[in-house]
């Protein structure tokens, strides 16, 4: 008796302090401790676990600063591959500079360095060195390896302009530094009295002028007992210090101590060898690695406590963060400070060294929809420095860029530089050439002669291809060979309707009232037998045969399935075309309730993103691609804000994760990670151009925002949890709230958003006409 009244006390004792210790264990991740490191959430192997066939986000270990000009990652794949570092990979072959923004569109400006011991070797094959992610530390501010034929450690830290390596090394006789200044033109010169190494790198993948380059320095701490360069076909040049070529490197040998650490000084400038030489001083100087890692750190603390998280699953607090470091990493600063600390950059446009900001590598086919309003949001100052980038583009090129790296390329359609430019004029976005950026849209949407030239083809990507068609038929016709003809004719549509809006705030009545009558266009395509946009002949017939889910032919990356929404500024338009909101929420459904058929025949093959949309279980909703990311939030305009609920939290918590395999398609230069960031927070920016969110359902118990005028926006969700998905009841700032949007102006004057939520639909919540989000036809 004596013996079971103490095990039965043990057990009380044992399970109260159990249960104290995983309270306590939830309260400090609930909480915002100041001490809090949240780049220990961060994973950037998120999405490294892709092929050309299945993206699971298409990205690398991108290992920078916010915003940086160069960033660093690993290499496990050849030279020039644009699938740099594959996570199943096992070797590596250095690392390298990068300023890839996509594999489909490659990287430019690219060299490497990477550590040998022993026989030399510097092949790119022959150097390659096992590793393990066991062995392998990946942080946005710092990365860390072990090379195992070598027994190397390699680590690197970053600044927006260079880095700090630190390579510590076993006893050994013959040790190396190999720095491969890659293919398709290179330089490189070792200066051992100085312990240096210059040169230049020309590797591209178009968007350059003749006159480009990428000058680095590389400074060490330790003396040369060795150099040597190679020549093409890698012909080894011993106890050389210059070549220059089209494929050509240097190494430097020393004896080495176990344990001893060399570090190198990296930095880089498109300006000049001065300027980047200027650029190393300025960014490390003589900073330890420890103090180049911390600013590292630090910068990126910064940016992430923008925004806190408090909520008992560390998971999904993880996987937000991870979202939000790729949201914080494009477009990238292409600009640089010269020796009187002016903002100056080389132009990837016209080769010259102009004043002003630049920014590059960006796809605004894809970012448009949810990463330029985030900036708006959060960061407008540094949007307005974007601005005078577009503004200084136009000035140089002629045209606004759609796809830039570094400059401009030929990829995707549409015209979203307007939506962009709009939506932060519109925002009250400081500083912008509001007259020259707004000239610079009215001519994508007038004209496409004298449009810029790649190898001396047109770079049909720039303005608007078809749009001579558009402007007279009011639409882009499917058989007069303009590919992708229906999202064109869509995607133009919606942009005249920004440049209206703008036009309205200028003062510009006229022009504003035919943009806005332009932007109706959308309704031309629209077939009353299938309830779906299609495309259509000049004749003005539709076109025929006609399966709806056909990917790519009229569309673009997608069907008429996903693209009959593209109406971002007129839903209720096509509620009304589509016969009205039951009709209309009927055609929503069966997108998800479908099984995940397609139609390949355009590409001749099964294309990543088709198979993504069919792994994935939802039917034909293919979040993995752009298109459809805003059709989720769709129910609300239709008094059916209990279904977007339900299913946006349906693709927060089972297409997202902070794992190598974590994204459900590309990522995309931060757009597929901003829908995270924004749905996690409760709402989305279907219409950027319009100053409202759709709400959706909150991820998060609480989340607080700090918005750079210094206001602070919480939003709150009580009794949330994985089936508590559904708004009950809504309050901002203490009175109630019945509207399916949130104004930007509330979010931005700083307050408090309250939901309720539970694991039933209240069906009556946002159920009046009134509680709608904007469309144009019922603001008419």
């Known amino acids: 008796m004596i013996k079971s009244t103490h095990i039965a006390f043990m057990f009380i004792v044992f399970f109260f302090f159990s249960c104290k210790q995983k309270e306590e264990i939830?309260?400090?991740?609930?909480?915002?401790?100041?001490?809090?490191?949240?780049?220990?959430?961060?994973?950037p192997l998120m999405g490294t676990d892709s092929a050309f066939d299945l993206s699971n986000g298409n990205t690398y270990p991108a290992i920078a600063t916010?915003?940086?000009?160069?960033?660093?990652?690993?290499?496990?794949?050849?030279?020039?591959?644009?699938?740099?570092?594959?996570?199943?990979?096992n070797k590596i072959r250095g690392i390298k500079q990068t300023h890839q923004p996509s594999p489909w569109i490659n990287d430019y400006a690219a060299f490497s360095l990477m550590a040998v011991t022993g026989d030399l070797k510097y092949k790119e094959e022959e150097r390659a060195s096992w590793f393990s992610h066991k062995a392998e530390i990946v942080k946005p501010h710092y990365y860390?390896?072990?090379?195992?034929?070598?027994?190397?450690?390699?680590?690197?830290?970053?600044?927006?302009r260079a880095a700090h390596f630190k390579f510590t090394f076993p006893e050994r006789e013959k040790s190396y530094i190999i720095l491969d200044a890659f293919f398709k033109g290179s330089m490189v010169k070792i200066i051992p009295e100085e312990r240096k190494i210059i040169g230049y790198c020309r590797n591209n993948s178009g968007g350059v002028p003749d006159n480009f380059h990428n000058y680095f320095v590389a400074q060490f701490d330790k003396d040369f007992e060795i150099n040597h360069t190679w020549q093409d076909e890698w012909k080894l040049v011993k106890n050389s210090t210059n070549s220059e070529g089209e494929h050509v490197g240097a190494i430097i040998g020393f004896k080495t101590k176990k344990g001893e650490a060399v570090h190198v000084k990296v930095a880089s400038s498109f300006i000049s060898l001065k300027q980047a030489e200027l650029n190393l001083n300025r960014e490390i100087g003589e900073d330890t690695f420890e103090q180049t890692k911390t600013k590292a750190k630090n910068a990126w603390e910064k940016e992430l406590s923008r925004i806190k998280i408090e909520d008992d699953n560390l998971d999904r607090i993880k996987t937000f963060y991870s979202c939000l470091y790729r949201v914080l990493l494009f477009p990238r600063k292409f600009y640089e400070f010269n020796e009187q600390n002016e903002v100056v950059h080389y132009s990837p446009y016209n080769g010259q060294v102009l004043p002003g900001y630049m920014f590059t590598d960006n796809g605004f086919w894809d970012t448009f929809r949810a990463v330029f309003p985030f900036f708006n949001m959060m960061y407008p100052e540094l949007n307005?420095?974007?601005?005078?980038?577009?503004?200084?583009t136009y000035k140089?090129?002629?045209?606004?860029?759609?796809?830039?790296?570094?400059?401009?390329?030929?990829?995707?359609?549409?015209?979203?530089?307007?939506?962009?430019?709009?939506?932060?004029?519109?925002?009250?976005?400081?500083?912008?050439?509001?007259?020259?950026?707004?000239?610079?849209?009215?001519?994508?949407?007038?004209?496409?002669e004298g449009r810029p030239l790649s190898n001396g083809n047109e770079i049909r990507s720039v303005g608007r291809e078809g749009i001579e068609y558009y402007n007279k038929l009011g639409y882009v016709p499917y058989d007069v060979k303009i590919n992708e003809n229906a999202a064109r004719t869509l995607e133009y549509a919606y942009a005249d309707f920004t440049i209206a809006k703008m036009a309205e705030k200028l003062g510009k009545k006229e022009i504003a009232n035919s943009f806005y009558k332009r932007s109706q266009n959308y309704k031309n395509l629209f077939d009353p037998s299938t309830k779906l946009m299609r495309g259509k002949n000049e004749d003005g017939g539709f076109q025929t045969p006609f399966n709806p889910l056909k990917w790519g032919d009229a569309f673009t990356e997608g069907n008429s399935l996903h693209y009959t929404w593209s109406v971002f500024h007129?839903?209720?338009?096509?509620?009304?075309?589509?016969?009205?909101?039951?009709?209309f929420e009927k055609k929503l459904d069966e997108v998800f309730a479908m099984p995940p058929d397609f139609d390949a025949s355009y590409y001749g093959f099964t294309i990543h993103e088709i198979r993504e949309m069919q792994i994935v279980n939802m039917g034909n909703y293919a979040h993995g691609n752009q298109p459809i990311q805003h059709m989720i939030y769709l129910y609300?305009?239709?008094?059916?804000?209990?279904?977007?609920?339900?299913?946006?939290?349906e693709v927060l918590t089972k297409l997202y994760s902070a794992t190598p395999d974590g994204y459900c398609g590309d990522e995309d230069n931060g757009q597929t990670s901003a829908w995270y960031v924004f749905s996690a927070l409760g709402f989305y920016p279907v219409t950027p151009g319009v100053d409202q969110y759709v709400i959706g359902s909150p991820l998060f118990q609480k989340a607080t925002i700090t918005l750079e005028n210094g206001n602070t926006f919480v939003i709150n969700a009580t009794k949330n949890s994985d089936s508590n998905v559904y708004v009950q009841s809504a309050s901002l700032n203490g009175k109630e709230y019945e509207n399916s949007y949130l104004n930007f102006e509330d979010t931005q004057k700083g307050g408090e958003l309250n939901f309720v939520m539970d694991s039933t639909p209240n069906k009556e919540w946002a159920n009046t006409n009134d509680a709608v989000p904007y469309s144009l036809s019922k603001k008419q």
């Open 26 to 43: 939830q309260i400090a991740v609930k909480q915002s401790d100041k001490t809090e490191n949240l780049t220990d959430y961060v994973n």
């Open 66 to 89: 916010p915003w940086g000009m160069n960033f660093w990652t690993p290499m496990t794949s050849k030279m020039g591959d644009g699938w740099t570092y594959k996570y199943d990979e």
């Open 144 to 160: 860390k390896t072990y090379l195992a034929d070598y027994d190397i450690t390699a680590e690197v830290s970053p600044t927006e």
């Open 384 to 392: 307005g420095h974007i601005m005078e980038g577009l503004a200084n």
């Open 396 to 448: 140089e090129s002629g045209w606004l860029p759609e796809w830039a790296s570094p400059g401009h390329r030929d990829c995707m359609i549409g015209s979203n530089s307007a939506p962009i430019i709009a939506d932060a004029f519109l925002k009250g976005i400081p500083n912008m050439d509001a007259e020259i950026l707004f000239e610079a849209i009215l001519k994508n949407a007038t004209t496409s």
């Open 570 to 583: 007129d839903i209720d338009g096509l509620i009304q075309l589509m016969g009205g909101k039951p009709e």
């Open 636 to 649: 609300n305009y239709a008094n059916a804000a209990y279904k977007t609920q339900e299913k946006v939290r």
